[in-house]
């Protein structure tokens, strides 16, 4: 597995977390990194990155996802695809060297490996507007 689809995998089990527990994210990264095996500098700073860069910039990301989806509120969606979501919404908003394809593709992956037989097709649709939302382009 690529160093980055492993740290986006762990940023993933990060956020759910944090939005299960409603712990303080840093809290969940150093109780998260304490229980994982993971070595990997690299992997261990792009994971930690993601989750804290969505919760630097969280109310921007939720807007943004919010204004792509049509008849969802956040809170309704399932927990595995509304942090996927916000992953991927972060990297496409402030992460200026991953190309969108890529972290959307990522995030589908992702979203079908721990989500509903759903979960892929809703997260390309969403990701898919994000992408091309004037936000996106502004920031």
Known sequence: MRKRTKAREHALKILYAVDITGEDPEKCIEVFWKDNDESDKEVI????????????NRELIDKVITECT??????????IDRNV???AAYELLFCEDI??????????DIAK????????KFV??????????????KV
Not at 70 to 78: E, F
Request: proline share 4%.
């Open 113 to 120: 490996k721990y989500g509903d037989k759903d979960s892929g």
């Open 124 to 137: 390309n649709g969403v990701l898919d507007k994000v992408s091309k939302s004037e936000k996106t382009k």
């Open 99 to 108: 190309p969108p394809k890529v972290a959307i593709n990522e995030a589908i």
């Open 70 to 79: 049509t008849n969802w509120q956040l809170k309704r969606m399932a927990v």
């Open 45 to 56: 700073e792009f994971a930690n990155a993601v989750v804290l860069g969505f919760y630097k």
């Open 85 to 87: 979501l916000r992953a």
